[in-house]
């Protein structure tokens, strides 16, 4: 692990994370974020925006996917209710010998590397820990950590953006912060051939079939405003070829898909599960005449 030292203070570096993750389809969300990254002239200043969406719509995705486009490293810094302004910034521990050190978090590294960091899930956090973010999401561009005694000034490529669920198991952000955390940029449900692009590029091994099968699903869904996303389809998808491949038979889509349904979303979710698919044209029929046309789709 690297270090670097501030003050005087010897600080241990967080390293990035290692993601390839692909951003599918959409590629105006992008194009928005960064734009907020963007600067100008030398006396201009990155954005930080904040990324707004149900959970599992790509918000995480779509900030690492765009990191990579520009080369820098990303760090992930996972929010919640727990989150205290030291966890954010610089935290002490205990090594041998009974030395004190110091561990930068990943904010904090990504600010002394130049890096980019996501605080995930950033409404999730109290108003505390947001306050002691104040000074770095303005022309100051620093932090200052108590715990260490210093104050950490942000390398001019750092940026930062934050996810935010739409849901009611988040805090409210205090003002002060909600304008600091500019532009928005609202992540809603994709269409029903970008989804299934997302399937795809999630689930290279998969038959065409059940893509498309769930691809319909999550059309239903969505028609019907249920919180389901991409996410809960491949997670679907995974666990129904996982069922499929641990019976003698092989894949049933039809049977498999519904029970994997089932015990991933609940029994709530099996009325969007759609009757056959042709799969040249992703079409279904069920669709015209009932929620089941009560064939089952082909093996």
Partial sequence: ?????????ELRLTPPDELDWEWVGRPELKRQLLAAWMMLDE???ALSPRLVGKPGVGKTTLAAAAAKSLGLPVYIFQATMDTRPEDLLVTPVIADGQKLRYIASPLVSAMITGGICVLDEGNRMSEKSWASLAPLLDRRRYVESIVAGIKIQAHKQFRVCATMNDDSSTFDIPEYIHSRLQPQILIDFPERDEEL????????????????????????????DQPYTARDGINIARYALKLGASEHGGLDIKRHVRQATQQTLG?????????????????????????????????
Avoid at 1 to 9: L, R
Avoid at 197 to 223: G, T
Avoid at 294 to 299: E, M
Wanted: glycine share 8%; hydrophobic share 35%.
């Fill in 267 to 299: 029994e709530e979710a099996l009325e969007f599960l759609p009757g056959e698919i042709p799969i040249e044209t992703g079409r279904d029929p069920g669709r015209d005449s009932g929620r089941d046309s009560g064939r089952d789709p082909p093996r």
């Fill in 1 to 9: 692990m690297d270090s670097v030292v501030i003050q005087g203070i």
């Fill in 43 to 45: 006396r201009d200043l």
């Fill in 197 to 224: 692009a997302i399937l795809q590029a999630n689930l290279p091994f998969a038959p065409p079939r059940i893509l498309h099968y769930l691809s319909v699903f999550l059309e239903r869904a969505h028609e019907d």
